[in-house]
């Protein structure tokens, strides 16, 4: 950090400050949504489908989700969009 010069010292605090704030996660980013048409009650671990859907925060279940056979074939991700327009805020 530049300590001499003031001007790039805030510019640095600020640099720092905002790559710190883009590093906190909106407590919903963590959830990831799946779907599987084909199996609406596939059981993947400890986890099951509910009509077709699967919504977890849980990471070992995202990864046994990954790591299965049917995966990319009858088991797709959901994009979930955490964007806030300008109206919501």
Do not use: W
């Not at 003031?6 to 949504?33: G, M, V, W, Y």
């Not at 070992?60 to 074939?73: A, L, W």
Request: net charge positive.
């Amino acid at each position: 950090m530049p300590y001499k010069d003031i001007e790039r010292r805030r510019a640095c605090s600020r640099d720092s400050k905002r790559r710190s704030r883009a590093q906190l996660t909106h407590p919903l980013r963590n959830f990831r949504a799946y779907v599987c048409v084909r199996f609406p009650q596939l059981n993947v671990g400890l986890a099951s489908f509910d009509g077709g859907f699967l919504i977890t925060d849980r990471r070992d279940i995202q990864d046994q989700i990954g790591r299965h056979p049917e995966f990319g074939k009858f088991i797709f991700p959901l994009c979930i969009d955490m964007t806030l327009n300008s109206e919501d805020e």
